[in-house]
């Protein structure tokens, strides 16, 4: 049964950084590629970040140069760093891994940013 287990987020002023971890259980995590949404009440879930299983990265184009993917396999646990944080990127995080053709998500954790 894969788990992902989100957290870190939290209330950040405009311009400041945050870091959100998830933890994932149930699968053998070096094998899988890994990604991070968000999304906000009444939009669509969108890509934010993804990290393949060697560690290539790629970004959605509004957060290019802010935020960076990270992995570590020994802890079973991606990151993602979030810096020079607005107040559009204000969401709820999740982590995603797809299994045998399945999407699997964690419960989210919110990231708000305001002054």
């Known amino acids: 049964q894969v788990q992902l287990v989100e957290s870190g987020g939290g209330l950040v002023q405009p311009g400041g950084s945050l870091r959100v971890s998830c933890v994932a259980s149930?699968?053998?995590?070096?094998?899988?590629?890994m990604g991070w949404y968000r999304q906000v009440p009444g939009k669509q879930r969108e890509l934010v970040a993804s990290?393949?299983?060697?560690?290539?990265?790629n970004y959605a184009d509004s957060v290019k140069g802010r935020f960076t993917i990270s992995r570590d396999h020994a802890k079973n646990t991606v990151y993602l760093q979030m810096n020079s944080l607005e107040p559009e990127d204000t969401a709820v995080y999740y982590c995603n891994v797809k299994v045998g053709g399945f999407e699997n998500w964690g419960q989210g954790t919110q990231v708000t940013v305001s002054s």
């Open positions: 990290i393949s299983s060697s560690g290539s990265s």
């Open positions: 149930g699968i053998i995590f070096s094998w899988y590629p």
